[in-house]
């Protein structure tokens, strides 16, 4: 069984797709805490509902990275909880070098769009605006970029004529509480390969 952490910002929907698939015995993993850089961010009051250790980590005075002594507690606690993988799930910081030296090659990232297309913030909006006809999700290895490393998993999605951000990040959602169970299961499974900058799978 593969003991993951969870690391988020939000409301927390794909945590709670993960919860789902444990619970359907559709993923052999067991959630062993989860943080949040926000206090009052409901990922955490969703963990505390499913009895889950949910933890505050106050990342001040950082405004967008994860690093000294916030990054430093977050190392510490998911060593306590006995974490193997690391999963972001909406977490709105950049991970620095300690935390990927500590969890190498075991951190990994969802984002909605089909990287290495639109990075960043909203990314279904930049989808939108630029007038892709396609968009989606991925699940990544972290490196240290922004939204960067090997690809596991994408899932796509059409954009539709009068799609507006909110519908489509509506159904790139729905992809991506498909595309993060179905990416823990290759890495509880062992069924990964490392190639350069590509992920093998099978
Ligand atoms: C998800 O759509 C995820 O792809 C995105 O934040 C949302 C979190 O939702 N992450 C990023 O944009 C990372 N660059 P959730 O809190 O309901 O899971």
């Known amino acids: 069984m593969l003991n993951i952490a969870i690391l988020g910002s939000g409301?927390?929907?794909?945590?709670?797709?993960?919860?789902?698939?444990?619970?359907?015995?559709?993923?052999?993993?067991?959630?062993?805490?989860?943080?949040?850089?926000?206090?009052?961010?409901?990922?955490?009051?969703?963990?505390?509902?499913?009895?889950?250790?949910?933890?505050?980590?106050?990342?001040?005075?950082?405004?967008?990275?994860?690093?000294g002594a916030?990054?430093?507690r977050v190392i510490e606690i998911l060593r306590q909880h006995g974490a193997e993988v690391l999963v972001l799930a909406g977490f709105m910081r950049l991970i620095k070098g300690g935390l990927l030296a500590a969890y190498a090659g075991r951190i990994i990232n969802i984002h909605p769009a089909l990287l290495p297309a639109f990075p960043g913030l909203e990314a279904w909006k930049q989808a939108l605006d630029y007038g892709a006809k396609v968009a989606g999700c991925t699940v990544h290895f972290v490196d240290a970029g922004t939204d960067t490393g090997p690809i596991i998993v994408q899932r796509a999605v059409p954009v539709l004529d009068g799609d507006t951000p909110a519908t489509l990040h509506a159904r790139i959602q729905e992809q991506e509480y498909e595309a993060y169970p179905a990416a823990l299961r290759l890495i509880a499974?062992?069924?990964?390969?490392?190639?350069g900058r590509r992920v093998l799978t099978g």
Do not use: M, W, Y
Request: glycine share 2%.
């Open 70 to 72: 916030a990054e430093q």
């Open 11 to 67: 409301k927390g929907s794909n945590a709670q797709a993960i919860l789902d698939a444990i619970a359907a015995h559709t993923l052999d993993a067991n959630i062993v805490c989860v943080l949040s850089d926000v206090a009052d961010a409901f990922i955490l009051a969703r963990a505390r509902q499913h009895g889950i250790p949910a933890l505050h980590v106050d990342c001040a005075p950082f405004k967008t990275k994860l690093d």
């Open 189 to 195: 499974q062992q069924k990964l390969r490392l190639a």
